[in-house]
């Protein structure tokens, strides 16, 4: 492996910033950990155990503190994975959720893990959009990204072709039917779709299926987006079972 | 006034910082903002409302590029209030959320946004806690805090002295009774209770009320607070109507 870079979009490998991200990868992904990254000061019972699971699965470590504050901008990230990215696909009969445009990171490792919770396993993500692999993103996850299925597309066209069959519930500030009614009768398999954190979905996803709205006092202008894909995703979840 | 100081709770006063938290200041409490900061730069239709309605109250301006950024701790925020900070109490009949030891800005200013969004007006504050007044806090709940009532409290139990008859929920990981479950048939009024980021609620609020799960899978350990609040007070406000 040549020398580590900062991450960024293009690179084939990526970070898990942190010993309990790390442990996750190892934990469900082991395969894809290609070195594992130490601090000279790194220490405790966390990072024996990533230390031992990394040399069960031959992945070898190494002191490099300067390169843990390059991909964290932190100066307490004792231990991360380097690991290789992949290409997921998603199930073609599960529930998905779109994120159109997502741009926030922390807003979207929060989404992950929350869906992960829900058992929303498959995500389809929109570009432009924050990057699934950023480490920002893999440590807001808390690992969360090892046990999804996340996919990246160009347009949402894209991500339609390959999976026509999906009742579409986009979730706009105007939808016309609220979350309540919209949960009495969910056609499987489903599809919430999400827009943008400041701009919300483009109109004209309102023709493309069943338009939602979660209903709020006119004393905010919307829901912070990960509260939102929260309050969407349980509601569907409960409902359809 | 004095000279302006970086914020500290100890303080009477705090700071919105940014023109949209400072708009909404003088929306709705006009009568607590003292000053107004501008920066140089400070430019735009924002900036121009905002010095006409503190004009119009009778909010004297001045240029203060050094304590905008003592108080944000940003170079880019160009505006802010000066408002003197107040102790609300909560409406003795309607919903409350009591939040027990939430120590992160973000998430607190998350939750009062999504609460206000939701029409749960009425928040208690258990301390060691973050504060509510922090700028932090209020940048994140983007004016929320001003339409609230926010109380803080040295313990559950002051809060509980001053108001016996809310019937207690509290969201606990081991909850004996589902979300959905506990929504079928919901007491009035009820008091949601959440539990700290990483430690939650210690066990014995499971004896003062109907603890309640929000169900997830075993592949997290929790979901973030933010969330579970939006969840769980979603749930409520749409049980009890």
């Known amino acids: ?5 900062g991450y960024s979009q293009e690179l084939e490998y990526s970070y ?10 190892m934990r469900v992904k082991p395969e894809k950990a290609m070195r594992l990254l130490l601090s000279e000061r790194a220490q ?3 990072v024996e155990k990533l230390r031992q699971v990394c040399r069960e699965n031959g992945v ?22 380097v690991f290789e990215k992949w290409q997921a696909e998603l199930e073609a009969d599960g529930p998905h959720v779109v994120l159109h445009h ?11 893990r929350t869906l992960l919770g829900l058992g929303i396993k498959d995500i389809a993500i929109i570009r432009p959009a924050a990057d699934p692999f950023d480490p920002r993103v893999v440590r807001a996850t808390m690992g969360a990204l090892f046990s999804l299925r996340v ?3 160009d347009s949402f066209d894209s991500y339609r072709a ?31 779709v999400f827009g943008n954190e400041g ?10 299926g069943q338009a939602v709205r979660i209903p709020h006092s006119n004393e905010i202008d919307s829901l912070n987006l990960s509260i939102a894909v929260g309050i969407g995703a349980y509601a569907f979840v409960h409902a359809a079972k």
Chains 1, 2 share one sequence.
């Open 1 to 5: 492996m040549p020398s580590l870079k």
């Open 16 to 25: 898990t910033p942190g010993v309990f991200p790390s442990l996750e990868l």
């Open 44 to 46: 405790g019972e966390g």
């Open 60 to 81: 070898r470590e190494e002191i490099a503190d300067k390169a843990l504050r390059r991909i964290s901008g932190k100066d307490n990230c004792f231990a991360a994975v």
């Open 102 to 112: 997502p741009m926030d990171e922390g807003n979207l490792g929060t989404i992950q």
């Open 151 to 153: 996919k990246q597309y």
């Open 162 to 192: 390959e999976y026509p069959r999906h009742a579409l519930y986009p979730f706009m500030l105007d939808g016309s039917v609220m979350l309540e009614e919209a949960t009495r009768q969910v056609q499987m398999p489903y599809a919430l």
């Open 199 to 208: 701009s919300g979905l483009p109109a004209e996803f309102a023709q493309m």
